[in-house]
């Protein structure tokens, strides 16, 4: 079997999605999903400059080796870039080699740990009421676990909430405030009412999107451990990975970390000195199914467990990759899952489920999504940027 086009799909139903697809010359095609949230088209030149010419002729059977060839041949490492790039590539030959083999991707990683796939929802609110209600409408969908986000007295927007992510390349990103000192002191009680109001059983997450530093976050978790947090999130930018033995030090609310990192390498000290309880990276941004699930065996190791990055803005196509290896690893902890549009759906028709607030792949033989390209073509690609973010002296800050 040979490789004789790969090809870069871009469609915007709803927001931006890149989609490789790979055709074999026994009619045996695969896709990968190859979305970089605010910086698509530099993928899609990679891909489709650099990247598409080395595959035409190759076996897609050799999915080990086309990896390491992609990674190593290049000379470059790492970056989001290069390995949602490649990403791309594993995944679209796992789907043709689990076609190929007649069986959905999660038997060919060793078949099902479990039944199904446990999932968190997000719920925000600018307020205490407005976030109740978030709530109770992602309880009322089924969710069994959910990510709570609020606004902070004097701030404009509920921060971490992707209010501005389709902001027009015109006016360049939309721009929120940050102050530090007033969402530490707020959000202890926010979880407190939280808790309050719904009681002690439902697992409950935060996300603190890289805005704080160690110290900072050492005192959030411990002022969070009463509320029993299912996980803290990217409490502090973890480029610095030694700084969160300050947290870890300090708290025993359990931590989760790695949706930006895209290589083992950016998780080294946080596993092998056990400071995290959560690897947090996506199919599509950390290289595809091979090295994610290598990093999960790694985990495991530690006790450490997976939680794949599931917005928006990863394609149904990278959320099928996610849901087999999350059926299939055993060191499974949850997935987070936040749907897609109506629209989206239809430019992707997919085999997995979201039922009771649980997903399953399905049974189709290979990822189980397709790309209807006529759907995708009737949504160009629209410039788009994640917002940015400020403190109130100007002065910029994570977001
Ligand atoms: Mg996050």
């Known amino acids: 079997m040979k490789i004789v086009d790969a090809r870069v799909v871009v469609t915007s139903p709803g927001r931006n999605f890149v989609t490789l697809r790979i055709e074999t010359d026994e009619g045996v095609t695969g896709l990968g999903d190859a979305t970089l949230n605010g910086r698509e088209l530099a993928v899609v030149a990679y891909l489709r400059d650099h990247v598409a010419p080395l595959l035409v002729g190759t076996d897609p059977h050799r999915i080990e080796d086309t990896w390491q060839y992609l990674y190593r041949g290049a000379y470059w490492r790492r970056g989001p870039v290069t390995m949602a790039a490649i990403a791309a590539v594993d995944v679209a030959l796992w789907d043709i080699k689990a076609k190929v083999a007649g069986l959905p991707l999660y038997q060919l990683l060793g078949g099902a740990s479990r039944e199904r796939v446990r999932t968190y929802g997000h719920a925000s609110g600018r307020d205490l009421p407005e976030l109740f209600d978030a709530v109770r409408a992602r309880l009322a ?169 599931g917005p928006e803005d990863i394609s149904p196509v990278g959320m099928a990759a996610a849901i087999h290896l999350d059926l299939a690893v055993h060191n499974f902890g949850i997935q987070e899952y936040a749907g897609h549009t109506e629209a989206t759906g239809a430019v992707f028709p997919h085999a997995y489920t979201f039922t009771d607030g649980y997903l399953h792949p399905g049974e189709e033989p290979g990822l189980g999504v397709e790309l209807d390209e006529e759907a995708a073509a009737a949504y160009p690609y629209e410039p788009a940027y994640l917002p940015v973010n400020r403190l109130q002296d100007g002065t910029v800050h994570d977001w």
Not at 231 to 257: F, K, M, S, Y
């Open 141 to 309: 969908e089924g969710y069994p676990a959910i990510r709570i986000q609020t606004g902070v007295p004097g701030l404009k927007l509920v921060y971490g909430v992707r209010s501005g992510a389709l902001s027009a390349r015109s006016v360049g990103p939309a721009v929120e405030d940050w102050d530090t000192a007033a969402y530490l002191r707020h959000l202890p009680a926010v979880c407190e009412a939280v808790r309050n109001e719904f009681g002690p059983d439902l697992p409950l997450l935060h996300d603190a999107h890289h805005r704080l530093t160690p110290s900072q976050a050492a005192r959030l978790g411990k002022d969070l451990e009463p509320y029993d947090l299912f996980w803290l999130e990217d409490c502090t930018p973890a480029e610095n990975q030694e700084g969160l033995r300050l947290v870890r030090r300090h708290t025993t609310t359990p931590l989760a970390i790695g949706e930006v990192f895209n290589s083992v390498f950016d998780y080294q000290t946080l596993v092998t000195e056990q400071l995290i309880d959560y690897v947090r990276s996506s199919v599509t941004h950390f290289g595809g199914v091979s090295p994610l699930r290598r990093l999960f065996d790694f985990a495991a190791l530690y006790q450490i467990k997976s939680a794949v990055h």
